[in-house]
Every structure is written in C-alpha cells, then in structure tokens.
C-alpha cells in the first residue's frame, strides 16, 4: 500500500490527465451512440424485418473483439482518440438499441389507442407517452452501455488516445501491479460515478407515477425541477467538455511548428521514442506531440503513412516482411538494411536513419536444466529435440512467416506445442516450468534477472533487427533542421546498454522518459 500511494503522489498530475482524457473519450461515444440509439430504436418498433436486421447486425458487431475493432478502423479513421470513440460507439449501440425497443413494444396497446383516441399526433404520442413509459428501459441500456464504455475505452491507448489504459499497459510491459491498479482503480470510480449520475438522470425522466412504490417521495414541484435541472445541465456539460476541449486543441495547434513522435506498445519503443521526444524539445523550437503505445508494427506504418505521426523506431528485420511482404534473399545486416532503405524511400517516401547500433534480433532461451537434460547449446540442437519440447512464444513469432513457419519448414519438426503469450508473460511461464522454450528478444531486460540459457543461433536463422528511425520525408523538409538533429542518435546504443535501459523501467520500475532523459544527458545530447 505505501509503495502504490508513493506512485500516485509521484504520477498525480498525469493520472489527473489522463483521467480526463478517459472522460471525455467515454462521455463522447456514449452521447453519439444514444443519438444513434434511440432513434434506431424508435424506428424498428414499426417493422419486424427491421428489426431483425438491426438488431442482428448489432449483435454480430459487438462480437467482434474490440481490440480487434480497433485495428481495423485505425487504417481508415488514423490513429488517437477517433478510432477509439468508434470502437465504443459500436459495442454501446445494442443494449441501447435493443432497450429503447424493448421498452417501447412493453407499452399496453390500450394506452396508445386512447391517446389516439384523444386526438394525439404521432409525435405527441411518442414525446408524451411512448417514450416517458419506456424511459426505465432506456436509461437501464444507456447505463450498461456507460459503465461498460469505461472498461472498453481502456484498450484506448493501443491506438495512442491515451486515457487511464496506458497505466495498464505499462504495467503489464513491467510487471508493475501499482501502474495497473493506478489505471484500473481510477477506471472503476468513473463507471460507479457514472452509473451514479445516470440513475438520478432515470429518476428525473421517469414520471413519479411509474416508479416503485419506495422510490416515490411527494416533494413540491419547484424542488423536483431543480433537481432536474442539475442533473440535465451535470450531463450536458459532461458532453459539451470533451467538444470545447478538441475545439481549444485545434485552434491553439494552428500554425505551430510540430512534429508527431510515435512508439510501439513495448518498454523498449517507448524508450527510444522518448529519446527522440525529448531530444528535439530540448535542442529545437519544434513542438512534439507524442503517440506512444500504438499497438504493433504494422500500426506504427500505417500511422506513419497517413501522417498521424511524423516518425518511429523500427527494427530492419520487420521492414521487408511487414511492409513489402518480401522473403529476405540475405540475412547480412547491411544487405537487409540497405534494400529496406531504397524501398521505403521509393515507395512511400519515407526515409531510414543509420542503424542507432543494437541488433534487437530473436533468440531462443529455456531453462538451464533443459538445457543440460537434453544437451543443447545451439538453435540446430535444439529444434532436433523440439517435439519434446513446450514452445511459449509471443504471437507474431506464431504468425510471422520468417519465424516458426519457416521454423518448421526448415526442420521439419513441429514442437510438443505452441502457446501464444504476451511479451512478459512468457517468462514467468518459463520460470513456472509451464513451457520450456521462449522466443526472446536480445535486449530484453527480463535477460538481466531470469535464469536462461540462450540457444546459440548457429546458422544464422534469424534476419538483423537493428534498430532504425523512420521519418516522413516531408518532415525532413519541412523542419531541415531535424535531420542533422535525429543523426546525433545514429550508432550510439549496444545491446548491452538498451538491455540495461530497459531493465531499469521493466524491473527498476523508473519513469521510461526519465530514464531516457538521463541517458541523453550522459551523452551531453541535452543539457543537465
């Protein structure tokens, strides 16, 4: 408890924003949603076929994983905050859909055939009868809808939109359970507050004849309407927030001098992407924006096409594979780096720096007692005993054609079997003894603490992953200035160093920017 409450009082004021941004994220796909909703809704009550369609698209489209909603709209919509309240626009639509449908067909038709009967129209029959009758149905979708838009909109951050999802994450790269309970806890009291102010939301718009009999309270006509008044004008103003703050943040942004740094949804990104960051504030007039987290490779380019972000560290053995779907003719550094560097230029008009001079490549690992029980030191050695062996592996190496595919192809031998995991996981899964074999990754700080014996990649299996920046050759000419800055980070990392970089934020638990920040300053790049 002492050590999670020196972490808030460390990461107060960033946890006060991004709980803001969590906010406004959640509020905004809700308000949309229950514009979509309602109406949609109304409109099916009057057809059967209507409503099967609807209701079913509903249904298969919040099936859809949201993470992997997610993906799919950021190559349409960029990344930030528009694929996320897209996301959560989509999995809130069917309970408020399917409530307000359901509320409205519950009304007794005797009711409505006397409004008619009173000479109501259509539209005073829906505003003064159908849809304050059905107002508890609606207000139950709205609030499953709004409690559940704050847990999804954690997956937020994958797309670089923020919110308290990034504590999350970076608890999870590290292991760190005080980041994500400083991201799950703040999440859990805005969907009780949430919830809260919607119920008195329902009680305001639900007629005092229809609620339970202990609910009612026979106050004077004047205080009601207060009431109702602060709560209408609670939740307007929730809705109008996030509206006036995009309105303020695109009209202080126009004409400045920016650049967009972006990272991937590991340690070791975020730490190069904050060297960068930190290394044109400190040594430029250049504003940076940063879009860190991006979940995965192929959204980093995607981001980087489009011109969401201006630049962001890849590996070389990912560029010819990911980007150009293209065997590699060569495993020599220099070839890889150089064939990358031409097409990247040639067809998306992006440029490559010189490597920053760590190769970050795969390498396989077990316990030291696998090891000596089946007398392997050697990649070659290994796969001759892998159908005796567990295979724990993170799920591009299950997916990439040039790892366990061409694994298999190579050694015609399949492993015992094959379990996906997330990057951090795997380790532990390897100390539990509940795999036996790892893919890891040179530089990872996990190297530093665990026991693994790392196979030795005898026949140069693995392509060079040497750490490259890629930047937006417009970039280069808009602000010329930069591209002599970036080089200043050109050959100055080893595996040694990055492994130990990381290892002070995986394990250490320090701040990645600061760890960055300090490593800069140690290179006199910025000042102290």
């Not at 991004?18 to 979509?36: R, Y």
């Not at 796969?383 to 298999?408: I, S």
């Not at 997330?422 to 790892?438: H, M, N, P, T």
């Not at 595996?495 to 800069?520: S, Y």
């Amino acid at each position: 408890m002492t050590d999670f409450l020196a972490l808030l009082a460390a990461k107060h004021s960033e946890l006060l924003r991004l709980f803001i941004d969590h906010m406004n994220m959640t509020t905004m796909a809700v308000f949309i949603s229950l514009s979509i909703g309602i109406p949609v809704g109304i409109v099916i009550t009057h057809s059967r076929l209507a409503t099967r369609i609807v209701i079913g698209l509903a249904n298969i489209m919040q099936s859809i994983p949201c993470i992997a909603l997610l993906a799919f709209s950021v190559p349409f919509v960029g990344i930030g905050a528009k694929p996320a309240i897209m996301m959560v626009i989509i999995y809130a639509l069917l309970p408020i859909i399917k409530n307000t449908y359901t509320g409205i067909m519950s009304i007794d038709p005797k009711t409505i055939e006397v409004a008619r009967g009173m000479g109501l129209t259509k539209w005073q029959r829906m505003f003064r009868i159908e849809l304050p009758l059905a107002a508890p149905f609606i207000m139950a979708g709205i609030r499953i809808s709004a409690v559940a838009a704050v847990g999804t909109m954690t997956i937020a951050a994958f797309a670089g939109a923020g919110g308290l999802g990034w504590f999350i994450n970076l608890g999870l790269n590290s292991q760190n359970v005080g980041l994500v309970l400083l991201g799950a806890i703040p999440a859990s009291l805005m969907a009780l507050g949430i919830d809260l102010l919607l119920g008195q939301l329902e009680r305001a718009v639900t007629p005092e004849g229809l609620l339970p009999p202990e609910q009612i309270q026979n106050i004077p006509a004047k205080k009601r309407r207060r009431r109702q008044i602060a709560v209408f004008a609670l939740c307007g103003l929730l809705v109008l927030l996030p509206a006036a703050s995009a309105l303020s943040g695109y009209l202080s942004e126009r004409g400045e001098r920016k650049v967009t740094v972006g990272s991937g949804d590991f340690t070791e990104a975020m730490i190069l992407g904050y060297m960068y960051s930190e290394l044109i504030k400190a040594n430029s007039d250049i504003k940076v924006e940063e879009r860190f987290n991006l979940g995965g490779a192929v959204v980093c380019f995607n981001a980087l096409k489009k011109g969401d972000v201006d630049m962001f560290v890849e590996y070389t053995g990912n560029i010819l594979p990911n980007y150009f779907h293209m065997e590699f003719a060569s495993t020599d550094p220099q070839a890889v780096y150089e064939k990358s560097k031409e097409l990247l230029m040639k067809e998306h008009g992006i440029a490559v720096s010189k490597p920053l001079g760590f190769n970050n490549t795969y390498v396989m690992g077990v316990r030291p007692e696998t090891a000596k029980r089946y007398g392997i030191r050697t990649l070659s050695e290994m796969m001759d005993v892998a159908d005796k062996l567990r295979l724990g592996c993170t799920v591009g190496f299950v997916q990439r054609g040039d790892c366990l595919p061409l694994m298999k192809k190579r050694f015609k031998k399949d492993f015992k079997s094959v379990t996906g995991l997330q990057e951090s996981i795997r380790y532990r899964g390897l100390a539990a003894q509940e795999v036996d074999v790892i893919d890891a990754f040179s530089t990872d700080a996990q190297l530093t603490k665990q026991k693994v014996t790392l196979m030795e990649d005898d026949i140069n299996f693995f392509p060079p992953y040497y750490a490259v920046n890629l930047v937006r050759q417009d970039t280069f000419e808009k602000y010329p200035e930069l591209e002599g800055l970036l080089s200043k980070m050109d050959g100055l990392l080893n595996e040694d160093t990055m492994r130990a970089l990381n290892a002070k934020v995986d394990i250490g638990g320090q701040d990645a920017r600061t760890v960055a920040r300090e490593f800069l300053r140690e290179k006199g790049l910025i000042a102290k």
